[in-house]
T-cell receptor
Framework: DAGVTQSPTHLIKTRGQQVTLRCSPKSGHDTVSWYQQALGQGPQFIFQYYEEEERQRGNFPDRFSGHQFPNYSSELNVNALLLGDSALYLCASSLGGPGPGYEQYFGPGTRLTVT | QQPVQSPQAVILREGEDAVINCSSS?????VHWYRQKHGEAPVFLMILLKGGEQKGHEKISASFNEKKQQSSLYLTASQLSYSGTYFC?????????????FGKGTKLSVKP
């Protein structure tokens, strides 16, 4: 049973550049959520995709955008990178769309460093 | 509103017990517990839902007091493998459905 996979594992970008992170959900899952985790902090919700649409969004600027494909995989795009965007970006998958009772399974994350 | 976890850190000897608390200022639909080891992804432990339903995958118990908007995670007869940072995530009535808000975490260290 394939778990959540993310690519790349690590990424170094320069301030002002753009980055795309990728996520494949756990087999059988149709919902993908993205989180940003700063060092020593809990994950912070960015947005959630279900049925190829953004269903919910956290308190992140429009520089953060995403996409979900028909095979349920997802991308997170960040434009005009800032030093403060350096963090671990986690993807989590679940089944059945938005809802308070759905188990979310996390991928290993992408460590983004902005210099 | 971010839930508050306590304690921030705890050190145990193998076989000892611990309780980790999670408290919110908002009425909650559900509380989710995760454990994260250094450099790894958070691992799902348990969901506690309004109304008493629980879903979990490990031999870890937890409680959810809806009136007090609090949840506690009970780690009994701790093992070395229990070491890591424990996060609670909450879904409240004020936020969007399924939008998990995580606490800052409780770092648990189990020593031999």
């Amino acid at each position: 049973d394939a778990g959540v996979t993310q690519s790349p594992t690590h990424l170094i970008k320069t301030r002002g550049q753009q980055v795309t992170l990728r996520c494949s959900p756990k087999s059988g899952h149709d919902t993908v959520s993205w989180y940003q985790q700063a060092l020593g902090q809990g994950p912070q919700f960015i947005f959630q995709y279900y049925e190829e649409e953004e269903r919910q969004r956290g308190n992140f600027p429009d520089r953060f955008s995403g996409h979900q494909f028909p095979n349920y995989s997802s991308e997170l795009n960040v434009n005009a990178l800032l030093l403060g965007d350096s963090a671990l970006y986690l993807c989590a998958s679940s089944l059945g769309g938005p809802g308070p009772g759905y188990e979310q399974y996390f991928g290993p994350g992408t460590r983004l460093t902005v210099t | 509103q971010q839930p508050v976890q306590s304690p921030q850190a705890v050190i145990l000897r193998e076989g000892e017990d611990a309780v980790i608390n999670c408290s919110s200022s908002k009425a909650l639909y559900s509380v989710h517990w995760y454990r994260q080891k250094h450099g790894e992804a958070p691992v799902f432990l348990m969901i506690l839902l309004k109304g008493g339903e629980q879903k979990g995958h490990e031999k870890i118990s937890a409680s959810f007091n809806e009136k007090k908007q609090q949840s506690s995670l009970y780690l009994t007869a701790s093992q070395l493998s229990y070491s890591g940072t424990y996060f609670c995530g909450t879904v409240d009535y004020g936020g969007s459905q399924g939008n998990l808000i995580f606490g800052k975490g409780t770092k648990l260290s189990v020593k031999p």
